[in-house]
C-alpha cells in the first residue's frame, strides 16, 4: 500500500470516528485542535484504523493514556521527566522532544497529527 | 418497534426475567444469543420457542463472572452474525446471609457476577458498538440497590454498584450513539424470589400498592422499549418497576 493509499484510508477513519467532512482533514491536521477528537474519539479511531488495516494496536500504544493519568509521571499539569523519559520509551512515532520544551499537559493532544496515524500504521504493516 | 434481524445478548437467558426478555425480542424476528450458565435445558427451551416463533437463537454457555468467558461470549456471537445491537445484562445471583457469618467466596461470586460480568461484558461489545454508531445496553439492577433488606449486603452492593457503573458509562458513551440504562425491579414472580416470597408472601405483598407481585414479561416489556428507537433520548437512567413497593415507608 503506498502511502496515498494509506492517508486515504486513515483519511476515512477519521471521518467515521470524528463525523468530520474529508476536506477538513489535510496530513497535518491536529486531531484535537482541527478535528475536535475528545478521549474517546480516539478509542474510536484506534478500533476503526485495527479493521481497517487489519493491525492490532496494543491499549495504550497509540495514546498514552496509561502515562498521562498516572500521578507519578504528571505533576501540577506537567509531565515530569520521568514521564518524558517513559514516553519517549514507549511513543517512539510521536516527537516528544517538541513536546519535551513545554510539557504542559494540555499540549500533548497537538503531536495528534493525521501524519502521526499514517506513520503509525506504516510501522504497523511493516 | 422492529427488532426483525437485530443482535441481542441476553445473559441469564435460561429463566425468568433473561427468558421473558429473549422471548419477547424473539417474537420480533431478532437474532438472541442466549446466555446461560448450567441450566442447558431451559436454556434450550427458550431457544426453541424463539425459533418456533420466527426469531434465531444462539446458545452460549459461559459463566460470566470471568472475565475471559465475557469475551467469549461477544466473540462468539460477533463471528456469527457480525454485530451487537443489544446488550441486556441480566444474569445474577444471590447468596443471601448477614454479613457476620458470609463466606468470602460467597461475596466473591455475587460481586464478580452481578458486576463485573455487567462491567466486562459491557466493556466487550462497546467498541463493536461505537463502530455502528449505535447501542443499546440495558443492566438489570434491582430496587435493592437503595432499599435492601437484611442477609442481602452483597446482593445489595452489586446492584448499587450497577447503577452507579450504568450512570457513567452512560456519559462516557453518549456521543458515540449509544445508550446504557438500567431496570431496577420489585418483587418478580421468578424462581429467585421464590424463596422470600414463600417465607414472607403476605407482609411483601402488604408492602406493594399495587398489590400482587410483579410478572417477568412486564419487565420484559421496558426492556423492549428501552432497546428500541422510541427510547434514544433515554440514558443513564435508573428505572423502578415495582408495583410501587420504594413509594410507601412500609407501615
Redesign the interface.
Same mark, same amino acid.
Given at each position: 500500500m503506498n502511502k496515498e493509499e494509506l492517508y486515504n484510508k486513515v483519511t476515512s477513519c477519521l471521518v467515521e470516528a470524528l463525523g468530520v467532512d474529508e476536506e477538513e482533514v489535510s496530513i497535518d491536521s491536529t486531531l484535537t485542535g482541527d478535528l475536535g477528537a475528545?478521549s474517546?474519539d480516539f478509542?474510536?479511531i484506534v478500533?476503526?484504523l485495527e479493521?481497517t488495516f487489519g493491525i492490532k494496536i496494543p491499549r495504550g500504544g497509540l495514546f498514552p493514556e496509561h502515562i498521562l493519568s498516572n500521578p507519578e509521571y504528571v505533576k501540577d499539569g506537567k509531565v515530569t521527566p520521568s514521564g518524558i523519559e517513559e514516553l519517549r520509551k514507549n511513543m517512539p512515532h510521536l516527537d516528544i522532544e517538541k513536546f519535551a520544551k513545554d510539557p504542559n499537559v494540555n499540549n500533548f493532544a497537538d503531536l495528534f497529527t493525521v501524519e502521526t496515524l499514517v506513520n503509525y500504521v506504516a510501522s504497523k504493516l511493516n | 418497534m422492529s427488532f426483525e434481524g437485530k443482535v441481542i445478548i441476553v445473559t441469564g437467558a435460561s429463566r425468568g426475567i433473561g427468558r421473558a426478555i429473549a422471548l419477547k425480542f424473539g417474537a420480533e424476528k431478532a437474532k438472541i444469543a442466549l446466555n446461560y450458565c448450567s441450566n442447558h435445558q431451559a436454556a434450550g427451551e427458550t431457544a426453541k420457542i424463539i425459533t418456533e416463533s420466527g426469531g434465531e437463537a444462539l446458545l452460549i454457555q459461559a459463566d460470566i463472572s470471568q472475565r475471559a468467558e465475557c469475551e467469549k461470549i461477544v466473540d462468539h456471537v460477533v463471528n456469527k452474525w457480525n454485530s451487537v445491537d443489544v446488550l441486556v445484562n441480566n444474569a445474577g445471583i444471590t447468596r443471601d446471609g448477614l454479613l457476620m457469618s458470609m463466606q468470602d467466596s460467597d461475596w466473591e461470586k455475587v460481586i464478580t457476577t452481578n458486576l463485573e460480568g455487567t462491567v466486562f461484558l459491557s466493556k466487550a461489545v462497546l467498541?463493536y458498538m =461505537? =463502530?455502528q454508531k449505535k447501542g443499546r445496553i440495558i443492566n438489570i439492577s434491582s430496587v435493592s440497590a437503595e432499599n435492601g433488606r437484611r442477609g442481602q449486603a452483597s446482593y445489595s452492593a452489586s446492584k448499587g454498584a450497577v447503577n452507579s457503573f450504568t450512570k457513567v458509562l452512560a456519559l462516557?458513551?453518549a456521543?458515540?450513539g449509544i445508550t446504557v440504562n438500567a431496570i431496577a425491579p420489585g418483587m418478580i414472580e421468578t424462581d429467585m424470589s421464590d424463596l422470600v416470597r414463600g417465607m414472607a408472601s403476605k407482609q411483601i405483598l402488604a408492602q406493594i400498592p399495587i398489590g400482587r407481585f410483579g410478572n417477568p414479561e412486564e419487565i420484559a416489556q421496558l426492556a423492549m422499549f428501552l432497546a428500541s428507537d422510541q427510547a434514544s433520548y433515554i440514558t443513564g437512567q435508573i428505572i423502578k418497576i415495582d408495583g410501587g413497593i420504594t413509594l410507601g415507608i412500609g407501615i
Open positions: 475528545e474517546i478509542l474510536d478500533f476503526r479493521k | 467498541p =461505537m =463502530m462516557e458513551v456521543q458515540k
